[in-house]
């Protein structure tokens, strides 16, 4: 089974890449929903984040994501600590569900992660494929996409990493233009992924 990592910046593109991997067969796993699930079913994860983020909890007693992202964005220390605490719950979680994925019969796997460079998953990647576009149209993507303010869409953005790191480490690259339709950048990834897997 081919494993092909999917990163780059949030807002960049990287679904209407990913449909153009499952279209072919693949199975994809996403990294931020295995972490989305994993602060909801384990208690471990939970409890180390707020042993080190203190009251991060909402009214139910889960992790309220917004308060987290109100510490971490502004604070790259704290990032990275809560980089190294999630890393390795959802690396765990990972390759498990890669291991489900290659006993299922799946001739390809897609690891989509923002982090897929930095938390390691990348190593376990035959190839990484990295998803950029201008930093302005992905403010306007995750504003429209997930109702956040400007100012907080902006905090997003900055703390991630700049399309140099991305060029840098990556095999290949996906730019997603101002022209760009959902369209045509999904025609250019399907090509792109066809002979990834073809190799």
């Known amino acids: 089974m081919k494993i092909i990592g999917i990163t780059g910046p949030t807002g960049a593109g990287k679904t209407t890449a990913l449909n153009a991997l499952t279209s072919l067969g693949a199975c994809i796993i996403d990294a931020d929903a295995v972490y989305h699930r994993l602060l909801t079913e384990s208690a471990p994860l939970r409890g180390a984040l707020t042993a080190r983020f203190g009251d991060i909890c909402d009214a139910d007693g889960g992790i309220d994501r917004k308060k987290l992202g109100e510490v971490v964005f502004t604070d790259p220390a704290a990032l990275a600590e ?24 799946c001739p390809a796997a897609a690891i989509d992660a923002i982090a897929l460079i930095e938390s390691g998953l990348g190593t376990r990647c035959d190839t990484i494929v990295g998803i950029i576009a201008p930093a302005e149209v992905r403010v306007r993507r995750i504003m429209a996409r997930e109702g956040i303010s400007e100012a907080y869409a902006r905090k997003r953005v900055s703390a991630q990493k700049g399309e140099d790191f991305f060029r840098a480490n990556c095999g290949y690259i996906l730019e997603n233009t101002e022209d760009d339709t959902p369209e045509t950048f999904g025609a250019r990834a399907l090509v792109l992924f066809t002979e990834i897997l073809d190799r």
């Open 82 to 105: 809560l980089n190294a605490i999630t890393h390795r719950f959802v690396g765990e979680a990972i390759g498990q569900l890669l291991a489900g994925a290659e006993d299922s019969g």
